[in-house]
């Protein structure tokens, strides 16, 4: 079911998830349960909806009622309790929000409980590794580049962006709901995936860096390929304790691409 309650100020009950709460407060905002996301765009929402997120409520564009977003609200009516959908002139929404939704509609919802490292990578052959990635536009094309080209699962060190963050799901274009992720642990993130029979792939630039379609690396049968942050790459360490170093074979003296567009190439080329 849903409630639609027409909105003409900033002040009204069950906004402030939109217009006062930052993202770090959402994501504290139950603690010790999980906190709140935002997801914005209809094509996002419904992904997180099909994955079986719990929706709070919905901020809307009047126009969109009827519009694009007509089949997330079917989707919402369908769900065995009240979902609250407030909707508001396009002015009012950019005053709510500091910002113009491009279309149209923001829904909270609850965050899960993670997963673990376990299962997520239960038959999971080739998994994404990011490490430190801190930029929520990389984090999100990253994932969505793990989940077009065929990797099965991402896992996060605990440096990196959140993944639920707004920014994050919506470069991600909800992907993020239809691969499964989670976080590594604080220490002896190596050793958990060298135990579960992986074999660890860090791309970076070194001497002895192999090409990214060296045979035996992409005859592995089970691999972890870790990517770093812009700038900085992988640490040192990580680098030195995995199986394998590759690099993406380039030209016109380019040494290296952006880490979402290296993950793209990689993921390709490991994947098959």
Known sequence: MIQIIETTNLESAGLSVY????????????????????????????????????????????????????????????????VPVFSASDSILTSITGFHLTRGVLCAMKRRPLPSVDDVCKNARRVAVLENVTNPTNAGAIVRSAAALSMDAVLFSHGCTDPLYRR?????????????????PETGSMEVLKALGY?????????????????????????????GAEGDGLLPETIDACDYCVKIPMSHDVDSLNVAAASAVAFWALSR
Request: proline share 6%; hydrophobic share 45%; glycine share 4%.
């Open 19 to 82: 217009s006062e709460q930052s993202e770090v407060q959402l994501y504290r905002i139950n603690e010790p349960a999980p906190g709140i996301f935002i997801a914005e765009s209809p094509k996002v929402i419904e992904r997180a909806l099909i994955a079986g997120y719990e929706p709070v409520s919905v901020l809307i564009e009047n126009n969109q009622i009827r519009g694009e977003a007509s089949l997330v609200l079917e989707k919402l009516a369908s769900l065995p309790f009240k």
């Open 168 to 184: 994050a799901i919506r470069v991600s274009m909800g992907t993020i709901f239809q691969i499964p992720w989670t976080f590594l």
């Open 199 to 227: 074999s660890t792939v860090a791309m970076a630039i070194r001497d002895n860096s192999r090409s990214i379609d060296d045979p035996e690396i992409t005859a592995s049968e089970k691999l972890a390929v870790f990517l």
